[in-house]
């Protein structure tokens, strides 16, 4: 149980361009689910936290027009990247709450992006 | 500023042995902590979670948690070429449905 999926696994866009990434959860409904992002040889750092039904939460520096987040289901949450730099390549992983009452976050796999 | 500190490494360990990680938080009033395994170009999974003062055991791994000392590891018993990775330790600061604070993880090697 438990499994998060995203798509697509790797993308590679042109500068400028937007990009779009799905966060599923597969088997389980999930009112909240978190982005963070990893730079190569660091740690992940918490983006947002995406409520279903409402607007998404934001870190601070965490620009909130050129990270855009929609989590319109309890089983889907997308985050796109708008008018992508290369600064903007690195690794984006989605979790979810496994369930309420729960704090236990189950990971996606996450997407490589890189903007040329 | 929130931080969780962790020792880079790597940290080299015969394999049988066991592997010792450490992690220390700055937020005192944390309430949930936890550790995931990550290999290189994949998602962390999750290995357990603490969030009692004490040991937790889950077999071959003990989860060792004192709140007055803001000190988190993780034992792994028997350790396995396989069990190479990078460890993270994280934290949920206010607990419920928050964000995670991850430490920058230890690289561990287990060596046959």
């Known amino acids: 149980g438990a499994v998060v999926s995203q798509h697509p696994s790797r993308v590679i866009c042109k500068s400028g361009t937007s990009v779009k990434i799905e966060c599923r959860s597969l088997?389980?409904?999930?009112?909240?689910m978190f982005w963070y992002r990893q730079f190569p040889k660091q740690s992940l750092m918490l983006m947002a936290t995406s409520n279903e039904g409402s607007k998404a939460t934001y870190e601070q520096g965490v620009e909130k027009d050129k990270f855009l987040i929609n989590h319109a289901s309890l089983t889907l949450s997308t985050l796109t990247v708008t008018s992508a730099h290369p600064e903007d390549s690195s690794f984006y992983i989605c979790?979810?709450?496994?369930?309420?009452?729960?704090?236990?976050?189950?990971f996606g796999p996450g997407t490589r992006l890189t903007v040329l | 500023q929130k931080e969780v500190e962790q020792n880079s490494g790597p940290l080299s360990v015969p394999e049988g042995a066991i592997a010792s990680l450490n992690c220390t938080y700055s937020?005192?009033?944390?309430?949930?902590f936890f550790w995931y395994r990550q290999y290189s170009g994949k998602s962390p999974e999750l290995i357990m979670s603490?969030?009692?003062?004490g040991d937790k055991e889950d077999g071959r791994f003990t989860a060792q948690l004192n709140k007055a000392s803001q000190y988190v590891s993780l034992l792994i018993r028997d350790s396995q070429p396989s069990d190479s990775a990078t460890y993270l330790c994280?934290?949920?600061?206010?607990?419920?449905?928050?964000?995670?604070?991850f430490g920058k993880g230890t690289h561990l090697i287990i060596q046959p």
């Open positions: 937020d005192r009033g944390s309430q949930s």
């Open positions: 979790s979810a709450l496994a369930g309420e009452g729960t704090d236990t976050q189950y």
């Open positions: 088997d389980f409904q999930a009112t909240t």
């Open positions: 603490i969030y009692s003062n």
């Open positions: 994280a934290v949920n600061e206010g607990g419920g449905a928050d964000g995670l604070t």
